[in-house]
C-alpha cells in the first residue's frame, strides 16, 4: 500500500531551469510533509518542510506548494544547478498526537541537471 | 564526529547468517529511527526508540529482526537467519525529540549495505 506516490521516477532540468517534483497522499491524518534529498551513498538530508496551515514555504531556492483539498504537495527547485541532481524524496508523518515518529517516503525523483 | 554513525558501512552475509548493524545516535538526541532501503526505492520504517524504549516495531518485516537501545544511546539491529531479501541499505536516523515541533528534523546516517548471498 504506497501512502505517498511520487512523480516523476526521474527527471532532467537544464542549468538555470526549475525542477519540480510532486507527490500526492491517502491518509488525512498526515500533518507533516518534509522533502529530503540522498546524495549516492550517503543517508537522505532534510531539504524543506511544511505543515497543512501553510500553502506555501520558501527557503532559498526551494519552495514546497500545498493543496489540502487535493492532498497533494510538490518541490519547486529555482534556477536548477548541478549540484542539485540527486534523489529527492518527499515523505508524510501522522499529526503528533499519535505520532511514534514514523515518515512515509514517496518512491524517490532522480535528477539530473545538465550544465 | 557529529553526525551519525554506522557500522559496518558494508555487510556481506552468506544466507543464513546472524548480522549486526550498529549506531551511534548524534549525542543527546532522545528520538532513534531504523529505516530499510531497497535498492531504488524510498526508505521504509523498520522500528522506533525514544531513550531506550521501543515505542513502534511495527515495520519490522518478521521475527527474525530485533532491535535494541539498552542505554539509550547507541542501537543494535540484529538480522537473524539472513534470507537474500534482506539486501538492501539500513539507515539509522536521530532527532533530539520528535515530540517538539521544532525538532522533529531526522539526522540519517550514511547507512550500512547488507549483501545476502
Known amino acids: 500500500q504506497q501512502q505517498v506516490k511520487q512523480s516523476p521516477q526521474s527527471l532532467i532540468v537544464q542549468k538555470g531551469g526549475i525542477s519540480i517534483i510532486n507527490c500526492a497522499y491517502e491518509n488525512t491524518a498526515f500533518d507533516y510533509f518534509p522533502w529530503y534529498q540522498q546524495f549516492p551513498g550517503k543517508g537522505p538530508a532534510l531539504l524543506i518542510a511544511?505543515?497543512?496551515?501553510?500553502s506555501e514555504k520558501k527557503e532559498g531556492r526551494f519552495t514546497i506548494s500545498f493543496n489540502k483539498s487535493a492532498k497533494q504537495f510538490s518541490l519547486h527547485i529555482m534556477d536548477s544547478q548541478p549540484g542539485d541532481s540527486a534523489t529527492y524524496f518527499c515523505a508524510a508523518s501522522p499529526n503528533r498526537s499519535s505520532n511514534t515518529g514514523k515518515l512515509i517516503f514517496g518512491q524517490g525523483t532522480t535528477l539530473q541537471v545538465k550544465p | 564526529g557529529a553526525g551519525v554513525s554506522q557500522s559496518p558501512r558494508y555487510k556481506v552475509a552468506k544466507r543464513g547468517q546472524d548480522v549486526a548493524l550498529r549506531c551511534d545516535p548524534i549525542?543527546?538526541?532522545?528520538?532513534l529511527f531504523w529505516y530499510q532501503q531497497a535498492l531504488g526505492q524510498g526508505p521504509e520504517f523498520l522500528t522506533y526508540f525514544q531513550n531506550e524504549a521501543q515505542l513502534d516495531k511495527s515495520g519490522l518485516p518478521s521475527d527474525r529482526f530485533f532491535a535494541e537501545r539498552p542505554e539509550g544511546s547507541v542501537s543494535t539491529l540484529k538480522i537473524q537467519r539472513t534470507q537474500q531479501e534482506d539486501s538492501a541499505v539500513y539507515l539509522c536516523?536521530?532527532?533530539?525529540?520528535?515530540?517538539?515541533?521544532?525538532?522533529?528534523?531526522?539526522?540519517f546516517g550514511s547507512g550500512t549495505q547488507l549483501s545476502v548471498l
Open positions: 549525542s543527546g538526541h532522545v528520538s
Open positions: 536516523a536521530s532527532s533530539f525529540s520528535f515530540d517538539s515541533p521544532t525538532n522533529e528534523k531526522l539526522f
Open positions: 511544511i505543515r497543512p496551515d501553510v
